[in-house]
Nanobody
Framework: QLQLEESGGGLVQPGGTLRLSCAVS????????IGWFRQAPGKEREGLSC?????TNYADAVKGRFTISRDADGTVYLQMNSLKPEDTAVYYC????????????????????WGQGTQVTVSS
């Protein structure tokens, strides 16, 4: 009955920024690996980033532009800078069980609980 809820999506111009939030309940701080995924129309869902208790991981498509972090209350954020039109998608956060060596996976099969998604549109 783990619940995740994304927020912070919206319309932004190319080159702009957004910060997405993922509220996780019940509160478990950093127990869960939390991943960010996105799905654009007609495309497969892709993993973007994840955070474990000790590490982070990023897909090449967003490396250097997106940053994942976690607050003391367990909320996980995705700071998105230098947004491009191709970043337009529904963004999801998901929770998965810890993996060996606190590795954070970018594969959706490793995540069992999902939020409902938040729309990000990058357009001029």
């Amino acid at each position: 009955q783990l619940q995740l809820e994304e927020s912070g999506g919206g319309l932004v111009q190319p080159g702009g920024t957004l910060r997405l939030s993922c509220a996780v309940s019940p509160f478990t701080w950093d127990y869960w690996n939390i991943g960010w995924f996105r799905q654009a129309p007609g495309k497969e869902r892709e993993g973007l980033s994840c955070i474990s208790s000790t590490s982070t991981n990023y897909a090449d498509a967003v490396k250097g532009r997106f940053t994942i972090s976690r607050d003391a209350d367990g909320t996980v954020y995705l700071q998105m800078n230098s947004l491009k039109p191709e970043d337009t998608a529904v963004y999801y956060c998901a929770a998965g069980r810890p993996l060996s060596y606190s590795y954070c996976s970018l594969y959706q099969e490793d995540f069992g609980s999902w939020g409902q998604g938040t729309q990000v549109t990058v357009s001029s």
